[in-house]
């Protein structure tokens, strides 16, 4: 069974770095897309960054040019880099994998999510 784990959440100050990484467990037979969202108390879960297995990345406004994901289809591992953070940034970060986890003829893609980790940037 294919779970979601994410590390490298955290407190920092507004300015300051933090990198995300999330790594798939279990077997998967294809990966067609990896992504970031995030939720604020109050909000609605919202896409952050998302990258597909070809390499293509799209970001929401309002992180573009201060965030970055990356992925290791092979090692089923995607990554966050997120720079020059904003107290609007603090949210919890949640790992979402498309992918085809059971052995199917033809494969079928679903939906996998991590249990998400916090972001918490200080004014």
């Known amino acids: 069974q294919v779970q979601l784990v994410e590390s490298g959440g955290g407190l920092v100050q507004a300015g300051e770095s933090l990198r995300l990484s999330c790594f798939a467990s279990g077997t998967i037979f294809s990966i067609n897309s990896m992504a970031w969202y995030r939720q604020a108390p109050g909000n609605e879960r919202e896409l952050v960054a998302n990258i597909t297995v070809g390499g293509t990345t799209n970001y929401a406004d309002s992180v573009k040019d201060r965030f970055s994901i990356s992925a290791d289809n092979a090692k089923n591992t995607v990554w966050l880099q997120m720079n020059s953070l904003k107290p609007e940034d603090t949210a919890f970060y949640y790992c979402?994998?498309?992918?085809?986890?059971?052995?199917?003829?033809?494969?079928?893609?679903?939906?996998?999510w991590g249990r998400g980790t916090q972001v918490t940037v200080a004014s």
């Open positions: 979402y994998f498309r992918a085809a986890g059971r052995l199917t003829m033809p494969l079928q893609n679903r939906d996998y």
